[in-house]
């Protein structure tokens, strides 16, 4: 069992940074990757940034790409969410969650379904 906890979430201008950790504990972490995931009212959960823990290999959505750096902070415990020049349409509560690593090699990263260990979630409000 893996358990994730997110933070960081704030209200921010348009064109501001900021910065979101998701801490990791758990067994067998090097098992799996990590994603971040955004949803809004209504909508289905948004395939953000994957990081595989061992590899640190790295894909992002289009809509997040040259904006958005996931990494793996350098104690092993967060995973972070880099968020450069955000804009309103990022607004969403932000998630992160575990898929197994063979998962990942499959290209299954992007599916919400395949994902478990999900945190409880933190608020990003983008203002214009």
């Known amino acids: 069992q893996v358990q994730m906890v997110e933070s960081g979430g704030r209200v921010v201008q348009a064109g501001a940074s900021l910065r979101l950790s998701c801490s990791v504990s758990?067994?067998?972490?090097?098992?799996?990757?990590m994603g971040w995931f955004r949803q809004v009212p209504g909508k289905e959960r948004e395939f953000v940034a994957v990081?595989?823990?061992?590899?640190?290999?790295?894909h992002y959505a289009d809509s997040v790409k040259g904006r958005f750096t996931i990494g793996i902070d350098r104690d092993d415990i967060a995973i972070y969410l880099q968020m450069n020049d955000v804009k309103p349409e990022d607004t969403a509560v932000y998630y992160c969650?575990?898929?197994?690593?063979?998962?990942?090699?499959?290209?299954?990263?992007?599916?919400?379904?395949?994902?478990?260990?999900w945190g409880q979630g933190t608020q990003v409000t983008v203002s214009s």
């Open positions: 758990g067994r067998a972490l090097s098992t799996y990757a």
């Open positions: 990081i595989a823990w061992v590899q640190r290999s790295t």
């Open positions: 969650a575990t898929i197994h690593v063979v998962d990942y090699a499959e290209g299954n990263y992007n599916r919400s379904s395949e994902y478990e260990n």
